[in-house]
Nanobody, 119 residues
């Protein structure tokens, strides 16, 4: 089993910055993708950014140039640096871990951390 715990959410003014952290523990398969999803009221959960175990990254078009995802694989931790925040970034942000090439494996999710950006 894998447990994910997010931290770093909060209230910030438009144009400000926040840094989210997600620490994974348990039986973690070495080959995996860790990422951040978000869900705003009335909207579907969407992928924000993801990073593989070898450092390849992927970003939603809406956050490219503003957000940076990184990971410390030795500590099983992933980060999301969010700069130039906009009110439309307001959402609950969820950490995700997806094992790669592991038959029968499930995704793991954190409980979520609230990010609120005021105008």
């Amino acid at each position: 089993q894998v447990q994910l715990v997010e931290s770093g959410g909060g209230l910030v003014q438009a144009g400000g910055s926040l840094r989210l952290s997600c620490a994974a523990s348990g039986s973690i398969f070495k080959l995996n993708v860790m990422g951040w999803y978000r869900q705003a009221p009335g909207k579907q959960r969407e992928l924000v950014a993801a990073v593989t175990s070898v450092g390849n990254t992927n970003y939603a078009d809406s956050v490219k140039g503003r957000f940076t995802i990184s990971r410390d694989s030795a500590k099983n931790t992933v980060f999301l640096q969010m700069n130039s925040l906009k009110p439309e970034d307001t959402a609950v942000y969820y950490c995700n871990l997806k094992p790669v090439l592991l038959p029968g494996a499930r995704d793991y999710w954190g409980q979520g951390t609230q990010v609120t950006v005021s105008s």
